[in-house]
């Protein structure tokens, strides 16, 4: 293995793309220490640390959206608002393409269509930004009584140059990523987002430490061994599973037609027509998360009130919704999984074109007729991998919730167990080391992954 790692630094071009790549995420990290001069950062980070260790309902909303967005809010920074309106504009503008016919005839224009899309993903991204970063400068201000922004930046003109600049450090953040797509290597926006979350894990190490051995418990004591074997052979088991889901295909048999000229037949090979298990990425714990946030926060408010908190139907669920995430918690969140799951492959997967491009091509899938039958038999094929696809991620989805009732442990240590920032971190390697692999075999060397 480190002979192979040694080869790809022998190749000059994978050699200065690589280099660059780190180059530029060793930046994009940079850029999380620069803060705003309009915040009294000290005060900060020391309000919300408490917001979110007290255990309540936001505190553990806003460990969830940081998670999201790999960003801190411990600390507002230049790249305080991360790559997430960039991310949001693309969901909005794909969306979109899929009931406004403009943007569905954008989307199969091909390169010059993409190329428009593309544009347009931008201007919103900084129309987001800037929403986002203003009510954000104003949210502080008016925090612990306006102990956070100081006293001569709480102005309007103040508040507007925050904005902006959070705004223009997105904007950069965003074309980091393009230049790591075009010069570097693997997915750039993909990558930054890797980079954030892989950047939590020296405080996860920490809170780890101060759970199991800060707390008067020794290495050997009754139950610490016992918990660290179980979260150790759980996170290996874990990233097992999602790779193999993640590379998962269910491969359809197909065969071309067989074309007489002359006295030589050409055509008839048999080749395969892979679909994947998981069509719909990390999408859906996404979307299932963001929408549960609405009735966490909800409920929260509900149980400040005198007479409605005291409702038993209210606590029950504020209960359930609040730091424990209880049965109904997760029962909603695997519902929306599997709603999700259905309505991004329905959106992305159309077997529809699919059926018409086999058909293009002279292609067919033994057993079904061209056009509509085989439209159908796709469309039946993807809804029942589909099923599994979506149980999956409910498992993996669930996961730190049980881990952190289970083993009494932080929910940014179990976050590293599954979820988003499993799945993103694992998807986004494995498609870092096929790229990679790519370059190598281009110039007969053997990949990473081969025997």
């Given at each position: 293995m480190l002979a192979k790692f040694a080869t790809v630094f022998k190749i000059p071009e994978l050699r200065r793309k690589i280099y660059l790549t780190l180059f530029l995420l060793f930046v994009y990290r940079m850029g999380f220490y620069i803060p705003l001069p309009t915040?009294?950062?000290?005060?900060?980070?020391?309000?919300?640390?408490?917001?979110?260790?007290?255990?309540?309902?936001l505190g553990q909303t806003l460990k969830m959206v940081e998670l999201f967005s790999a960003?801190?809010?411990?600390?507002?920074?230049?790249?305080?608002?991360?790559?997430?309106?960039?991310?949001?504009?693309?969901?909005?503008?794909?969306l979109l393409g899929s009931v406004y016919p403009p943007l569905e005839k954008l989307q199969k224009e091909g390169e010059a269509g993409r190329k428009k899309i593309n544009e347009y993903t931008r201007y919103l991204t900084v129309?987001?930004?800037?929403?986002?970063?203003?009510?954000?400068?104003?949210?502080?201000?008016?925090?612990?009584?306006?102990?956070?922004?100081?006293?001569?930046?709480?102005?309007?003109?103040?508040?507007?140059?925050?904005?902006?600049t959070m705004t223009a450090g997105t904007i950069f953040l965003m074309w980091i990523g393009e230049q790591i797509d075009e010069y570097g290597i693997g997915n750039g926006i993909s990558l930054l987002i890797m980079?954030?979350?892989?950047?939590?894990?020296?405080?996860?190490?920490?809170?780890?430490?101060?759970?199991?051995?800060?707390?008067?418990?020794?290495?050997?004591?009754?139950?610490?061994i016992e918990s660290l074997l179980i979260l150790a052979v759980l996170f290996v088991t874990v990233i097992v599973g999602v790779i193999f889901i993640t590379q998962g295909q269910r491969r359809i048999p197909t065969q071309s037609a067989k074309h007489v000229r002359g006295r030589r037949?050409?055509?008839?090979?048999?080749?395969?027509?892979?679909?994947?298990?998981n069509q719909a990425g990390v999408m859906p714990i996404i979307f299932a998360s963001s929408l549960l946030m609405f009735p966490t926060l909800i409920l929260?408010?509900?149980?400040?009130m005198e007479k409605v908190g005291q409702w038993w139907i209210v606590e029950q669920l504020h209960a359930s919704f609040g730091g424990e995430r209880g049965y109904i918690y997760n029962v909603c969140y695997i519902g929306l999984i599997y709603f999700f799951c259905y309505f991004w492959t329905a959106i992305t997967f159309n077997p529809k074109d699919m059926a018409n491009n086999l058909k293009d091509y002279g292609s067919f899938i033994p057993g079904h007729r061209p056009g509509k039958r085989t439209a159908e038999y796709l469309e039946r094929v993807m809804v029942r991998i589909t099923y599994v696809g979506a149980a999956f991620l409910a498992l993996v989805a669930v996961i730190p919730t049980v881990i952190q009732g289970f083993l009494n442990i932080d929910f940014v240590i179990a976050s590293f167990f599954g979820g988003t920032g499993l799945l993103i971190v694992v998807s986004v390697g494995l498609d870092l080391v096929q790229k990679i692999d790519s370059h190598l075999v281009m110039r007969n060397y053997g990949g990473l992954l081969e025997s």
């Open positions: 915040i009294d950062q000290a005060r900060m980070q020391e309000n919300f640390e408490k917001m979110k260790s007290s255990g309540d309902t960003s801190n809010f411990g600390n507002s920074t230049i790249f305080g608002l991360g790559i997430m309106p960039y991310i949001s504009a693309s969901i909005i503008l794909q129309g987001l930004c800037f929403v986002q970063s203003f009510m954000w400068i104003k949210y502080l201000a008016g925090f612990a009584q306006g102990g956070i922004v100081y006293s001569a930046f709480s102005g309007f003109y103040p508040t507007l140059v925050a904005a902006i980079a954030g979350i892989l950047s939590r894990i020296p405080r996860a190490g920490v809170d780890l430490y101060e759970s199991f051995l800060a707390n008067g418990v020794s290495l050997g004591g009754d139950r610490v037949v050409w055509g008839g090979q048999k080749q395969s027509l892979p679909l994947r298990v929260q408010q509900l149980a400040q």
